[in-house]
């Protein structure tokens, strides 16, 4: 009678996976604690008092206040108004951005000519350049048509940076999109703006939300365009933060709230869209465009 050897499973360790496995969820759980801890820390001191925050050991245990934040919307700085500029401007900027950028990315997509990687290429580059080197021409550029210390002019200093990245991401996009489908609904009957309305745009559906929420997320966290642009009528979020680190010392705990103020939104909004947010950050991914 012959025997047959029965080959058992070889064992894997932590759920299946191997030591690569392992490696990778230890850098997870690291990377998860290096983003998630500081904002903890953030929204904590935000509700703590003044001995609290300012203690020398960590205060995990403590009596919740509101008092910072209620200080932040009272007096004469009251956080009121800079919230006001900074959500007009950021999602102004935004908008704008992201419907030039729809057109603007469309067209690129589906026109041919010569020199169309060069150009796709110098709107990128543009995003690339430093703050630094584009925020003094531009003061100049504003103040002769009296743009400095308006709404208008911080917004348009936003699209500086958010609509030649709207343009260059979108182009991706429409050009992941078979042309025969176009293609189709032209001969349908339909179009060229129909086409464009009906058939591409929905289909970059993805495209369009990562690209309003990174022009979002830029304009909302900007500092070094709200320092030169704005003013006393236009000072943003960012600008107010700052006027709590004086001479006399730093108020921790209104610092932290305002930190929270922030934040909050943008996070807020991204897991509100991070179905379409994901698709949009892995396009290419897969295909190695």
Same mark, same amino acid.
């Given at each position: 009678m012959s025997t047959h050897t029965i080959a058992t499973p070889r064992r894997r360790t932590v759920r299946g996976r191997g030591p690569g496995g392992i490696v990778a969820v230890v850098f997870l759980v690291l990377a998860l604690a290096w983003t998630v801890v500081p904002l903890?820390? =953030?929204?904590? #001191?935000?509700?703590?008092?003044? %001995?609290?925050?300012?203690? /020398?050991?960590?205060?995990?245990?403590?009596?919740?206040?509101?008092?910072?934040?209620?200080?932040?919307?009272s007096g004469a700085n009251n956080l009121a108004t800079y919230l006001n500029h900074s959500v007009i401007a950021a999602v102004g900027a935004a908008v704008i951005a992201t419907?030039?950028?729809?057109? %603007? %990315?469309?067209?690129?997509?589906?026109?041919?000519?010569?020199?169309?990687? #060069?150009?796709?290429?110098?709107?990128? /580059?543009?995003? =690339?350049?430093?703050?630094?080197?584009?925020?003094?021409?531009?003061?100049?550029?504003?103040?002769?048509?009296?743009?400095?210390?308006?709404?208008?002019?911080?917004?348009?200093?936003?699209?500086?940076?958010?609509?030649p990245f709207a343009i260059w991401i979108m182009s991706a996009f429409f050009e992941a999109i078979p042309p025969s489908l176009e293609e189709s609904a032209e001969v349908a009957g339909c179009t060229r703006w129909q086409?464009?309305?009906?058939?591409?745009l929905p289909l970059t559906k993805a495209g369009i939300v990562t690209t309003a929420v990174l022009c979002l997320v830029f304009a909302w966290n900007d500092y070094a365009f709200a320092t030169v642009i704005s003013g006393?009528?236009? $000072?943003?979020?960012?600008?107010?933060?700052? $006027?709590?680190?004086?001479?006399?010392?730093?108020?921790?705990?209104?610092?932290?709230?305002?930190?929270?103020?922030?934040?909050?939104?943008?996070?807020?909004?991204?897991?509100?869209?991070?179905?379409?947010?994901?698709? #949009?950050?892995?396009? %290419?991914?897969?295909?190695?465009?």
């Open positions: 903890v820390w =953030m929204l904590l #001191g935000s509700f703590k008092g003044p %001995g609290d925050v300012t203690a /020398s050991t960590p205060q995990w245990l403590f009596t919740p206040t509101w008092r910072n934040y209620e200080n932040l919307f419907v030039l950028g729809t057109l %603007g %990315g469309y067209g690129l997509a589906r026109t041919a000519f010569k020199g169309k990687k #060069g150009l796709s290429f110098w709107f990128i /580059s543009t995003r =690339m350049a430093p703050i630094a080197a584009v925020v003094l021409p531009l003061f100049l550029v504003f103040r002769f048509a009296g743009l400095i210390d308006t709404l208008p002019g911080l917004i348009l200093a936003y699209l500086t940076f958010n609509l086409t464009f309305w009906y058939v591409a006393p009528n236009s $000072q943003t979020l960012p600008i107010a933060a700052t $006027q709590l680190v004086t001479q006399t010392g730093v108020d921790w705990g209104q610092l932290t709230a305002i930190g929270t103020i922030v934040v909050l939104p943008m996070i807020l909004v991204g897991l509100a869209v991070r179905r379409w947010l994901v698709t #949009g950050l892995t396009l %290419g991914a897969v295909t190695g465009e």
